[in-house]
């Protein structure tokens, strides 16, 4: 018999197929002691685990390229801290084995980070994915990972690390199903990076049993579990629809009575370059930076190093805007040689642009690095700080931009509830602004971004992020300056109208979003969008908001 499961849907598309559940390894080891003459072997084994699954992490990131290789790396960079191993060495010296000081170890920086604040519960995924391929490899049993499978199958996890979504099969996986995670977490980026179906924050997902036939909307968020013969082919249908509305549609973004909305790409690096420029993006909105600082985290990468990786991608789009972010490091992103390790709540403190202003060696060296890049390329360079607060952050990243000799628009994100409210302020020292909504709604709300119990707050559709949204395309309005929305809200081709309608003036997302968001507006006219953008601001709940809006672009 049908039935109907919501969860959160994160990346487009219809996935029909039966039911494979991710493996994982072995949790918890024996707890055994060890002779004291057996340590030395046992570190060793430790430290030769710990340096392989350090070395298949980042082989998976070349072999995935651009946003997922920094995830990657990210990755590896916490299975090698330097403090976790010292603590598996002195575990293991007073008795454990290798893989149960392993596991006590990371257990302990589990605890450490809740009692931070959870700013990092987000990572709870990465974290014990990074543990459970550490003791598979010394208990000498399978590594977690996707199924094994010759036939094509909807693929249902507690929640996915990001070295397994980095390199799906999307022959195989036709879509992912998860209990937890939220609408902005890794695995949710990445879904919609590959083009796979996918829905997060379902309760129950992993009693769906092995087999079972499931339709999954990436779209709406709905689950049904043994579609009817009539379900099926309605879903197929309207796959069918939106495919052939995808191919029609191309050219820049623009409203059906010609309102321009430029439609740009997120990359992450040099390997996202193809597929941006594949999906008709009219540029990039967010060339996010951190994929070079994670090779090695105790030192800045070389200028020669950062110019290579910078051309690469300023060079694909002859004539078109890129926008550039310099080094967000901090919270989640931590670097040995920038960031504080002993913050009591990393998420409020020293990230993003305080961290280059606390080292103006390593803004400069950037900085100088992107102007070199630049050098005779037929490119309209912009520059952006993330974190901006207020209009002395905002002068100071300006000033060190003139500084550096960097002929190029400077522009602050939006991610601070303050810089949206004093959006006029900080417009008089830098020229446009860019709205990073994922932690603008984590800021908002005081809600973790990668946590799904709070994910109905980190909904872009909740009117009090539209009201900041529109506060600051209204600033920049005034200004005569441009705002734009590079978080992932702009991948929601409904969303993408009513941001249309709320003032904003270009929209970046990944690539596979592109031909949706570009169809959607193409039937609509401005004016369709501008009221849908009043009546989502009129509701109480983003999903009223949701449902307003499409009640007005429906025409119902």
């Avoid at 900085?367 to 993330?386: D, F, I, K, N, R």
Wanted: charged residues 20%; aromatic residues 4%; contains cysteine.
């Amino acid at each position: 018999m049908e039935t109907t499961l919501r969860g959160v849907g994160v990346s487009h598309g219809v996935a029909i197929g039966e039911v494979r559940h991710m493996g994982t390894a072995v949790l918890e080891p024996p707890a055994k002691q060890i002779p004291a003459d057996e340590a030395e072997r046992e570190q060793g084994r430790a430290r030769q685990a710990v340096e392989a699954v350090a070395a298949d992490l980042i082989a998976r990131g070349n072999l995935a390229g651009g946003e997922a290789q920094a995830v990657l790396e990210a990755q590896a960079l916490m299975a090698q801290d330097p403090e976790l191993m010292a603590d598996v060495e002195r575990r293991i010296a007073v008795g454990s084995t290798a893989e149960r000081a392993v596991y006590d170890a990371f257990a302990a920086y589990r605890a450490l980070l809740a009692g931070a604040g959870e700013y990092l519960a987000g990572r709870v995924a990465d974290l014990d994915d990074v543990r459970n391929r550490i003791v598979a490899r010394l208990l000498g049993v399978p590594m977690p990972g996707v199924p094994d499978s010759d036939e094509p199958y909807v693929l249902i996890a507690r929640d996915l690390a990001p070295a397994d979504t980095a390199l799906l099969d999307p022959t195989l996986v036709l879509g992912f199903v998860t209990e937890e995670g939220g609408p902005t977490s890794h695995s949710a980026i990445l879904a919609r990076a590959l083009g796979v179906p996918a829905v997060v924050a379902l309760p129950g997902a992993g009693e769906l049993v092995e087999g079972t036939v499931i339709a999954v909307d990436g779209s709406t968020g709905e689950i049904f579990v043994e579609p009817s013969a009539e379900k099926r082919a309605e879903m197929e249908r309207a796959a069918a629809e939106r495919k052939a509305a995808l191919a029609a549609s191309s050219g820049p973004g623009a409203t059906s009575d010609g309102h321009k909305v430029p439609l740009l790409a997120n990359v992450g690096g040099p390997g996202d370059v193809a597929a941006a420029v594949g999906a008709g993006a009219e540029g990039v909105g967010l060339f996010r930076t951190e994929f070079l600082f994670l090779d090695d985290s105790k030192k800045t990468p070389s200028v020669g190093k950062q110019v290579e990786a910078y051309r690469t991608v300023l060079a694909a789009f002859p004539e078109g805007r890129v926008v550039v972010r310099v080094l967000d490091a901090g919270a989640d992103k931590p670097l040995e040689f920038l960031t504080p390790a002993d913050e009591p709540n990393p998420a409020l403190g020293v990230r993003g642009l305080r961290t280059l202003l606390d080292h103006p060696d390593v803004l400069r060296t950037q900085l100088s690095a992107l102007a070199t890049a630049a050098e005779g390329l037929p490119v309209y360079l912009e520059v952006m700080a993330p974190m901006v607060a207020d209009r002395t952050d905002a002068k100071a990243f300006a000033d060190a931009c003139r500084e550096a000799g960097l002929r190029a628009k400077f522009g602050a994100m939006v991610e601070i509830p303050s810089a949206a409210l004093r959006a006029r302020s900080i417009l008089q020292e830098v020229e446009f602004l860019s709205l990073g909504t994922n932690d603008l709604a984590q800021y908002t709300f005081a809600a973790d971004r990668q946590v799904g119990a709070v994910s109905r707050l980190q909904d872009p559709w909740q009117p009090a992020l539209l009201d900041l949204v529109a506060m600051s395309a209204e600033a920049a309005k005034a200004e005569g300056k441009s705002c734009g929305v590079c978080g992932e809200a702009a991948s929601d081709p409904l969303l993408a109208c009513v941001l249309t309608g709320l003032g904003v003036t270009s929209l970046s997302m990944g690539a596979a979003s592109i031909p949706y968001v570009r169809a959607a507006l193409s039937k609509h006219t401005l004016a369709q969008c501008e009221r849908a953008a009043a009546a989502a601001r009129a509701a109480d709940t983003a999903e009223d908001a949701r449902a307003a809006a499409q009640a007005v672009l429906s025409g119902e």
